[in-house]
């Protein structure tokens, strides 16, 4: 049966199995029969300049948008240029923006261009405001002042930065990686526009698609049956959950958590991105608490509890504490073996 006229799929349907009496979803010639995307005909680009009226850095801005080396939704080139491929709530788009004797020069393609040129200020942090982070402790103050350019972005997309961090939940970050990576290329389309061939951009799959990915293709990317049900059942309240990105981030989280499987680590890691969130820190992480321990009190024991005490003079502004410290280099010394990768054909 043709996936276009397909009936929206129950669970364990959208994890590839059909109930009883049922054919599976199709497969020909070995690949599943999900709708794969096509290279979209180059359009003109839109343009826009932007002069910010703060230092900007580019690269430390923008740099949480990028899922490991090879992102195939966001890559950067040697003339400094950022190029990111998202899907907007008008459709799939590709920008590139640099920066340029301090003015933001940006290009954009395909139908969120219009969009993604709209949202440029707010993603490369208009709307945050660092004059209200004090720094209270001389690692921070130092850092502050040797990052002026640093803004907390805000991207006003939640499943672009939620279905990642899903990923990221109990494996290690090359484990998380390499399946957005595999599925993205995948089940994703290739992104409209004029960027060059080497950097292979594709949107990420739309909701839908998502629901679709049988689970053999889950298996083969890695991910294990509770992370792959999160995300299918985020992805069939994708419009509730896009709604998000203009709360305040203590509502947006509690959207998202309603969820099973979106627990507090995994919202305030997308509401961070998604909603520009100063002081959602995370918790819930294997190596945080250690990192702000050795930093603030010299303690890499420190649990979450810790953490939090040691960042609660900067309440309202702890996401941005915590960036500072990772940005200070003032990090432990490994002493324990790393997250152990898990190889889920052998559960």
Same mark, same amino acid.
């Given at each position: 049966?043709?996936?276009?006229?397909?009936? &929206?799929?129950?669970?364990?349907?959208?994890?590839?199995? %059909? !109930?009883?009496?049922?054919?599976? *979803?199709?497969? !020909?010639?070995?690949?599943?029969? *999900?709708?794969?995307?096509?290279?979209?005909?180059? $359009?003109?680009?839109?343009?826009?300049?932007?002069?910010?009226? @703060?230092?900007?850095?580019?690269?430390? $801005?923008?740099?949480?948008? &990028?899922?490991?080396?090879?992102?195939? $939704?966001?890559?950067?080139?040697?003339?400094?240029?950022?190029?990111?491929?998202?899907?907007?709530?008008?459709?799939?788009?590709?920008?590139?923006?640099?920066?340029?004797?301090?003015?933001?020069?940006?290009?954009?393609?395909?139908?969120?261009? =219009?969009?993604?040129?709209?949202?440029?200020?707010?993603?490369?942090?208009?709307?945050?405001?660092?004059?209200?982070?004090?720094? &209270? #402790?001389?690692?921070?103050?130092?850092?502050? #002042?040797?990052?002026?350019?640093?803004?907390?972005?805000?991207?006003?997309?939640?499943?672009?930065?939620?279905?990642?961090?899903?990923?990221?939940?109990?494996?290690?970050?090359?484990?998380? @990686?390499? %399946?957005?990576?595999?599925?993205?290329?995948?089940?994703?389309?290739?992104?409209?526009?004029?960027?060059?061939?080497?950097?292979?951009?594709?949107?990420?799959?739309?909701? !839908?698609?998502?629901? /679709?990915?049988?689970?053999?293709?889950?298996?083969?990317?890695?991910?294990?049956? +509770?992370?792959?049900?999160?995300?299918?059942?985020?992805?069939?309240?994708? %419009? !509730?959950?896009?709604?998000?990105?203009?709360?305040?981030?203590?509502?947006?989280?509690?959207?998202?958590?309603?969820?099973?499987?979106?627990?507090?680590?995994?919202?305030?890691?997308?509401?961070?991105?998604?909603?520009?969130?100063?002081?959602?820190?995370?918790?819930? =992480?294997?190596?945080?608490?250690? *990192?702000?321990? #050795?930093? /603030?009190?010299? =303690?890499?024991?420190? =649990?979450?509890?810790?953490?939090?005490?040691?960042?609660?003079? @900067?309440?309202?502004?702890?996401?941005?504490?915590?960036?500072? *410290?990772?940005?200070?280099?003032?990090?432990?010394?490994? &002493?324990?073996? +790393?997250?152990? +990768?898990?190889?889920?054909?052998?559960?």
């Amino acid at each position: 049966m043709s996936s276009r006229f397909a009936p &929206r799929p129950t669970l364990p349907q959208a994890l590839g199995f %059909a !109930r009883a009496g049922e054919a599976p *979803i199709t497969v !020909r010639g070995g690949e599943t029969a *999900i709708p794969r995307g096509v290279p979209r005909r180059t $359009t003109a680009a839109r343009t826009r300049t932007w002069t910010p009226p @703060y230092p900007l850095n580019l690269g430390l $801005t923008v740099g949480p948008l &990028r899922r490991g080396p090879a992102d195939p $939704t966001f890559r950067t080139t040697p003339d400094g240029s950022a190029w990111r491929a998202s899907r907007t709530p008008q459709g799939p788009g590709t920008i590139r923006v640099a920066v340029r004797s301090g003015t933001v020069e940006a290009e954009a393609w395909g139908e969120g261009a =219009d969009w993604l040129l709209d949202q440029l200020p707010q993603l490369l942090g208009d709307a945050d405001d660092p004059a209200a982070f004090t720094p &209270r #402790h001389r690692l921070l103050a130092a850092t502050a #002042h040797r990052r002026p350019g640093l803004r907390l972005i805000r991207t006003g997309l939640v499943l672009e930065s939620l279905i990642p961090s899903i990923l990221e939940q109990k494996v290690t970050t090359d484990e998380a @990686y390499r %399946a957005w990576r595999l599925l993205v290329r995948k089940f994703g389309e290739p992104a409209p526009g004029a960027a060059p061939a080497q950097l292979r951009l594709h949107v990420m799959p739309d909701p !839908r698609t998502w629901t /679709l990915i049988p689970s053999w293709e889950w298996h083969k990317a890695g991910v294990d049956d +509770k992370r792959a049900s999160t995300i299918l059942r985020a992805a069939r309240v994708a %419009a !509730r959950l896009e709604e998000a990105a203009a709360m305040d981030p203590l509502r947006a989280r509690a959207r998202l958590e309603l969820i099973p499987g979106i627990g507090p680590w995994t919202s305030a890691e997308t509401v961070q991105r998604s909603n520009g969130a100063p002081d959602e820190v995370t918790v819930g =992480d294997l190596h945080l608490p250690g *990192i702000v321990g #050795h930093a /603030l009190a010299g =303690d890499r024991t420190a =649990d979450d509890e810790e953490m939090l005490r040691l960042l609660a003079p @900067y309440e309202g502004q702890r996401h941005r504490a915590a960036r500072l *410290i990772l940005l200070s280099g003032r990090t432990p010394a490994r &002493r324990t073996p +790393k997250m152990p +990768k898990t190889d889920i054909a052998l559960l």
